[in-house]
T-cell receptor
Framework: EAGVAQSPRYKIIEKRQSVAFWCNPI?????LYWYQQILGQGPKLLIQ????????DSQLPKDRFSAERLKGVDSTLKIQPAKLEDSAVYLC?????????????FGPGTRLLVL | QKEVEQNSGPLSVPEGAIASLNCTYS??????FFWYRQYSGKSPELIMS??SNGDKEDGRFTAQLNKASQYVSLLIRDSQPSDSATYLC???WGSGAGSYQLTFGKGTKLSVIP
């Protein structure tokens, strides 16, 4: 079974530029998550999708971050404009459903450096 | 504010010893608890989940949960150098409308010395 796929793996941009990340979850997984992991910290949930609907985006900085999952499969996360403090690893995860006991499986992440 | 606290370490143990990793959480209604392992430069991978009070064993790993004390721990027996990684404690709680939010601690860095 293929795991969660993400691209690109690395990205370097200058502040105020825009950037987009792509995620393809495990086949059949209805729930998709985007996390931000700053160096030395645990992952922080940015947004959670159930199929193509947003379940929780309470920690997404909506003035600069946006995300979509149009057909309930792939998802993109965009930052526009980027700030220095956005330098982090962006992790995508998926789970079969959104229940409290569901295991989340993580992709390899995208490392973003904002200069 | 839901919080998950871990000692950041580093925790150093000799090869073959028992490593003990601890985690406390702030919300009594939390239902499920997870331990993830994260190697440097890699993404987190699940090693244990626990949902009820008591111990759960899987190979060299034992997770312990005490909901009254809001405490969860992970024991690694016969520690190996390959166990050297950061261990993330994660707690799942309801965030409303039938959804659940997984909150991670900052992680404890474990070093197993040969």
């Amino acid at each position: 079974e293929a795991g969660v796929a993400q691209s690109p793996r690395y990205k370097i941009i200058e502040k105020r530029q825009s950037v987009a990340f792509w995620c393809n979850p495990i086949s059949g997984h209805a729930t998709l998550y985007w996390y931000q992991q700053i160096l030395g910290q645990g992952p922080k949930l940015l947004i959670q999708f159930q199929n193509n609907g947003v379940v929780d985006d309470s920690q997404l900085p909506k003035d600069r971050f946006s995300a979509e999952r149009l057909k309930g499969v792939d998802s993109t996360l965009k930052i526009q404009p980027a700030k220095l403090e956005d330098s982090a690893v962006y992790l995508c995860a998926s789970s079969l459903n959104r229940g409290g006991g569901e295991t989340q499986y993580f992709g390899p992440g995208t490392r973003l450096l904002v200069l | 504010q839901k919080e998950v606290e871990q000692n950041s370490g580093p925790l150093s143990v000799p090869e073959g010893a028992i490593a003990s990793l601890n985690c406390t959480y702030s919300d009594r209604v939390s239902q499920s608890f997870f331990w993830y392992r994260q190697y440097s430069g890699k993404s987190p991978e699940l090693i244990m989940s626990i949902y009820s009070n008591g111990d759960k064993e899987d190979g060299r790993f034992t997770a312990q949960l005490n909901k009254a004390s809001q405490y969860v721990s992970l024991l690694i027996r016969d520690s190996q150098p390959s166990d050297s990684a950061t261990y993330l404690c994660a707690v799942n709680w309801g965030s409303g409308a039938g959804s659940y939010q997984l909150t991670f601690g900052k992680g404890t860095k474990l070093s197993v010395i040969p």
